[in-house]
């Protein structure tokens, strides 16, 4: 695999009560020592920023190929401050979200001479920022950087939060560090690039916030007849909100932060043996099955009722394709869940629901329960 690099554009429970609203203006959040950004880029101050907090600094531009195509000579013609930053662009996908590419990009970073004082801007979707935030917090012990997400689920997820890190092998972001983007700028212009299947994915996180936070959330996102790039900037403002006031809480996830595991321990090891088997499927719609799962899983343990459980296995099903499994993966898929993050003692932790708008996290779960769901749902 090569990379393209370009020069100068060559039970605690835990809920929340009420949500701030936004109008579709230029606001901002700010947790630890982020600042989000909402709004057109092109309206935000983008320019203004790079000149007065990173005016002498060199500046790198990681991108795939995808929004590489579809975006970078935008953004480079649109900020004259960017018309001498390097571009390092990957190709798309899971596939490269690891050491290697890692590896590669730092390689790159030594030739153009990068030092602590300058600044990366990770410009992409969830893997990008994943990815960038990574890189640039291991080399040198730690460069600047500001994410631009461009997907929706980058933007309600992954680029909030201090998270970054690669895969390793079929493991999901076995491999990271606690590190937060300078600056985030969501912007929902860039979502109109993106396919149905991108968005849906995106959406599965915005669910999951309101499964596990706010009841008014979840009722305001199901109440929608379709998910599209036109979808309400509050919504989106919303969601972000709740993960901040959780990692805000809890940045390094000894906690409350565990809440927001929903639907991924089975969700990310579903995703894992998938692209380990040359069957990809995109992380949302493996949430939202994990989702359907770990509800099931709730039930199970009685705490939630069945109509609770019913009402979000319909919502889930009527809008996401049904995982296609055969029950012989089902001993492979629990093996992967052994390396979970969460896991303590040699035991899988599950974050589960009480209702709608309640989380409880650390929860065991014996692997005959998982293989009893696992063989229900799929």
């Known amino acids: 695999m090569e990379i393209f690099y370009?020069?100068?554009?060559?039970?605690?429970?835990?809920?929340?009560?009420?949500?701030?609203?936004?109008?579709?203006?230029?606001e901002s959040l700010r947790y630890n020592n982020s600042t989000i950004h909402f709004g057109s880029l092109a309206d935000s101050g983008f320019e203004e920023l790079l000149e007065k907090e990173y005016g002498s600094s060199k500046k790198i531009i990681l991108t795939d190929?995808?929004?590489?195509?579809?975006?970078?000579?935008?953004?480079?013609?649109?900020?004259?401050?960017?018309?001498?930053?390097?571009?390092i662009q990957i190709p798309p996908g899971e596939d490269f979200k690891s050491?290697?590419?890692?590896?590669q990009i730092w390689e790159a970073l030594s030739e153009y001479q990068i030092g602590r004082n300058d600044l990366i801007i990770n410009f992409g979707g969830g893997v990008i920022t994943d990815l960038g935030g990574f890189v640039a917090s291991l080399f040198k012990r730690g460069l600047r950087f500001i994410n631009i997400p461009t997907t929706l689920l980058s933007q309600v997820d992954a680029s909030v939060g201090g998270k970054t890190g690669v895969d390793l092998g079929p493991y999901k972001n076995q491999i990271g560090v606690f590190s937060d983007a300078e600056h985030v700028f969501i912007d929902p212009r860039f979502l109109g690039t993106l396919s149905d299947d991108q968005l849906l994915s995106g959406f599965t996180e915005m669910l999951k916030h309101g499964l596990i936070a706010s009841e008014e959330h979840w009722n305001n996102l199901i109440a929608l007849s379709k998910v599209d790039s036109q979808i309400d900037i509050e919504l989106i403002l919303q969601s972000v909100n709740i993960k901040k006031q959780?990692?805000?809480?809890?940045?390094?996830?000894?906690?409350?932060?565990?809440?927001?595991?929903?639907?991924?321990?089975?969700?990310?090891?579903?995703e894992g043996y998938k692209l380990a088997n040359d069957k990809p499927i995109l992380h949302g719609f493996a949430v939202a099955w994990g989702m359907v799962a770990e509800a099931e899983l709730s039930l199970m343990k009685g705490l939630i009722t069945r109509d609770i459980n019913e009402e979000i296995k319909n919502k889930i099903e009527s809008k996401y394709p049904k995982i296609s499994m055969d029950p012989s993966d089902f001993k492979d898929?629990?093996?992967?869940?052994?390396?979970?993050?969460?896991?303590?003692?040699?035991?899988?932790?599950?974050?589960?629901?009480?209702?709608?708008?309640?989380?409880?996290?650390?929860?065991?779960?014996?692997?005959?329960?998982?293989?009893?769901?696992?063989?229900?749902?799929?």
């Not at 935008?74 to 930053?85: E, K, R, Y």
Request: aromatic residues 10%; hydrophobic residues 45%.
């Open 6 to 26: 370009a020069r100068e554009t060559d039970i605690f429970q835990f809920q929340f009560m009420e949500l701030i609203t936004f109008e579709y203006m230029l």
């Open 65 to 87: 190929e995808t929004v590489g195509e579809l975006w970078i000579e935008d953004l480079i013609t649109s900020f004259p401050v960017l018309s001498h930053a390097e571009i």
């Open 99 to 103: 050491i290697e590419v890692c590896t």
């Open 246 to 270: 959780i990692v805000e809480v809890d940045h390094k996830e000894t906690g409350i932060r565990k809440n927001l595991n929903f639907g991924h321990t089975i969700g990310h090891a579903i």
């Open 333 to 378: 898929i629990i093996k992967l869940m052994y390396n979970d993050k969460k896991n303590r003692e040699n035991k899988i932790q599950f974050t589960l629901i009480s209702g709608i708008g309640m989380a409880v996290y650390d929860q065991n779960v014996t692997d005959k329960e998982i293989l009893d769901v696992l063989k229900k749902v799929f």
